[in-house]
């Protein structure tokens, strides 16, 4: 049985055209439908409104984790005995930065429960009690987190401030909490006191991520050729 014995050479030929005027109204509705009207819309997104612009909430959403503008120092080699132990400079120094640095996220007293810190998972650390700290509360585990931070969690490395800067947090952050918090293995502080009077350090110049956008979108903007303005009013 053949499918010429229904239909005859010319019937078949059209046919066969009829399906290829179909499948080549199809190809086209997809090229529109895929290609030209997401361009069109895109274009129409894009012409004549701002360029692209920094978000920024009430404090700049980047605020919690940004960096403060800093100039480069170069910073010489510390004598252990002024940040091992508290001492008033010390803390009075590392109570300034918590508030500046800390407070959003873990509260003015430490108690994790800063504004910034309400929609976190995990949760800040409250400082005021014992449980929970997966580095540990030590000294040295402290220096330790603000080091490298807590991976998983919006707790980030705080190592652009000095050792001495990081230490004086370190001490602000146990005296917050009235538990003991264990006695420190003497090799970890020996291995500290070696590293702040082995070397000094080198802070190199910083600006906030923000303000690091704004000036990206600025000098974007400078170089893009301004969009045609419309004729229709
Ligand atoms: C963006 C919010 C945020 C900021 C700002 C922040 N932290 Fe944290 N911090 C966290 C979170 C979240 C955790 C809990 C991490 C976890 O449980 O995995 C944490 C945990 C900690 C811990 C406990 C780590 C442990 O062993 O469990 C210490 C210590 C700490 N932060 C110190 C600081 C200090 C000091 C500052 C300021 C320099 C600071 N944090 C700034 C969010 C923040």
């Not at 692209?52 to 252990?80: F, H, K, N, S």
């Not at 970890?188 to 702040?196: Q, T, V």
Request: glycine residues 10%; contains cysteine.
């Amino acid at each position: 049985m053949k499918i010429s014995d229904y239909l005859s050479h010319e019937e078949l030929k059209r046919l066969a055209s009829a399906l290829l005027v179909v499948l080549g109204f199809i190809a086209i509705a997809a090229f529109f439908g895929f290609t030209v009207v997401p361009g069109l819309r895109y274009q129409a997104h894009d012409s004549g409104e701002a360029l692209v612009q920094a978000v920024q909430g009430e404090t700049g959403w980047l605020d919690p984790t940004d960096y403060p503008v800093m100039v480069r120092e170069v910073i010489p080699p510390i004598d252990p005995r002024t940040v091992m132990t508290p001492n008033a400079t010390l803390m009075a120094r590392g109570r300034a930065l918590f508030a500046q640095t800390c407070a959003t996220c873990h509260g003015p007293e430490g108690k994790g429960d800063g504004p910034g810190g309400a929609g976190l998972n995990p949760k800040p650390r409250n400082f005021t009690a014992s449980a929970g700290w997966k580095n540990g509360t030590h000294l040295e585990d402290i220096y330790k987190t603000l080091e490298e931070g807590v991976k998983g969690s919006s707790m980030v490395s705080y190592n652009y401030l000095t050792k001495k800067d990081r230490m004086a947090l370190a001490h602000v952050v146990q005296s917050l909490g009235a538990f003991d918090h264990g006695a420190s293995d003497p090799k970890a502080i020996a291995s500290l006191e070696k590293l702040f009077a082995s070397a000094g350090e080198v802070i190199p110049n910083r600006i906030p991520v923000a303000r690091a956008v704004d000036v990206l979108c600025r000098e974007y903007a400078e170089t893009r050729p301004q969009p045609p303005t419309s004729t229709i009013r």
